[in-house]
Each structure stands twice: as structure tokens, then as C-alpha cells.
């Protein structure tokens, strides 16, 4: 049996976020500081949020995947 092209989409996103979940959080949290933190002036959240990056980062390329 066939997949159909949206399934084969679908499974072929769902395998690519497994494999990068790391950097894809990591480039959304730099997003969110530049765009939205940092005009803001909201320090405190522009340092947690690179808190959180880097313990993204630290787990993914330790291998934790949860």
C-alpha cells in the first residue's frame, strides 16, 4: 500500500523535527529575542530565554530527546 503525498509530507516533517529539534528551538528563541525581547528593552526575558537556548542546545547534542 501506497502513502499518499500529505502522509509522506506529514512523515517526512515529523522525521526532520525529530532529527533538529535542537537547533529549530534554539533559531526560535534567537527569533524571539530580536524581534520581540530586545525592542522591548525585557532583559530579564531575553536573558532567560538564553538560559533556555542553551540548555536546548546542551540536551541536544547530548542526546536527550526526552
Known amino acids: 500500500m501506497k502513502a499518499t503525498p500529505p502522509a509522506r509530507v506529514l512523515a517526512w516533517s ?3 523535527l525529530d532529527t533538529y ?3 529549530i528551538a534554539v ?7 530580536g524581534v520581540v525581547f530586545g525592542p ?5 526575558w531575553m536573558i532567560g530565554s538564553g538560559v533556555l537556548g ?3 542546545l ?4 547530548a542526546g536527550f530527546t526526552g
Request: glycine letters at 12%; zero cysteines; aromatic letters at 8%.
Open 54 to 56: 542553551a540548555a536546548l
Open 21 to 23: 529539534w535542537g537547533p
Open 58 to 61: 546542551v540536551g541536544w547534542l
Open 27 to 33: 533559531s526560535l528563541i534567537m527569533t524571539l529575542e
Open 14 to 16: 515529523v522525521d526532520l
Open 40 to 44: 522591548r528593552g525585557m532583559v530579564e
